[in-house]
């Protein structure tokens, strides 16, 4: 597509149940990002996709975290047993290259709420 | 350590003034650097990058930012503030050499637009 897709773009769910955000990235762009942005952290990383090399998921905050990356495209982030502290806006970007040369193009994110 | 800092959380400017947003890095060398707009509940947009040469870098919406190594910082600037301007600015880093280059923001410097 044009751009990089994430649905749902709100999800409301309550604590304990697990939750799936899916990404849909540039098509032929080989690198895929997920970050969280919450209020009072700022945007953190939480994984990284390169092609077919293993992922960089020195970001996620816990085991209950996981994600991901299907033929090399469309990924799927997974919180399992959701907690109140993982309310949080996640953003997926995709980039044409590992460097970063040509930048990162991000999604409009799904908001999650943990009630 | 390596970090980006934005010392400004907050930043109010009348429409028509000039902007100037700080952001500075501390990495060993050089990295990428990268400035992106978030307007209210948007994702996130790229408004100029620097890898290399010329150390004043132009980019969309009339922003353009300068490189200076002395200072390991890349400030961002506007001549002239629109109120469309009124958003959340971030800089980040990817570390040239740095396994998956991954880009790391700095928290953010929020700018409201006075009338």
């Known amino acids: 597509g044009a751009g990089v897709s994430q649905s749902p773009s709100n999800k409301v769910t309550e604590k304990g149940k697990d939750v799936e955000l899916r990404c849909d990235p540039i098509?032929?762009?080989?690198?895929l990002y997920w970050y969280r942005q919450s209020l009072g952290q700022g945007l953190e990383f939480l994984i990284y996709?390169?092609?077919?090399?293993?992922?960089?998921k020195s970001g996620l905050p816990s085991d209950r975290f996981s994600a991901e990356r299907t033929g090399g495209s469309v990924s799927t982030l997974t919180i399992q047993r959701t907690q109140q502290e993982d309310s949080a806006v996640y953003l997926c970007?995709?980039?044409?290259?590992?460097?970063?040369?040509?930048?990162?193009?991000f999604g409009s994110g799904t908001r999650l709420t943990v009630v | 350590a390596q970090s980006v800092t934005q010392p400004d959380i907050h930043i109010t400017v009348s429409e028509g003034a000039s902007l100037e947003l700080r952001c500075n890095y501390s990495?060993?060398?050089?990295?990428?650097l990268f400035w992106y707009v978030q307007s209210p509940g948007q994702g996130l947009q790229l408004l100029l990058k620097?890898?290399?040469?010329?150390?004043l870098v132009q980019g969309i919406k009339g922003f353009e930012a300068e490189f200076k190594r002395s200072q390991s910082s890349f400030n961002l600037r506007k001549p002239s503030v629109h109120w469309s301007d009124a958003a959340e600015y971030f800089c980040?880093?990817?570390?040239?050499?740095?396994?998956?280059?991954?880009?790391?923001f700095g928290g953010g410097t929020r700018v409201l637009v006075k009338p």
């Open positions: 970007a995709s980039s044409k290259d590992r460097g970063g040369v040509y930048g990162y193009t």
């Open positions: 098509s032929g762009h080989t690198a």
């Open positions: 996709f390169q092609g077919n090399s293993a992922p960089d």
């Open positions: 990495y060993g060398a050089t990295p990428y």
């Open positions: 620097y890898f290399s040469g010329d150390t």
């Open positions: 980040a880093v990817v570390p040239i050499k740095a396994a998956g280059n991954k880009l790391t």
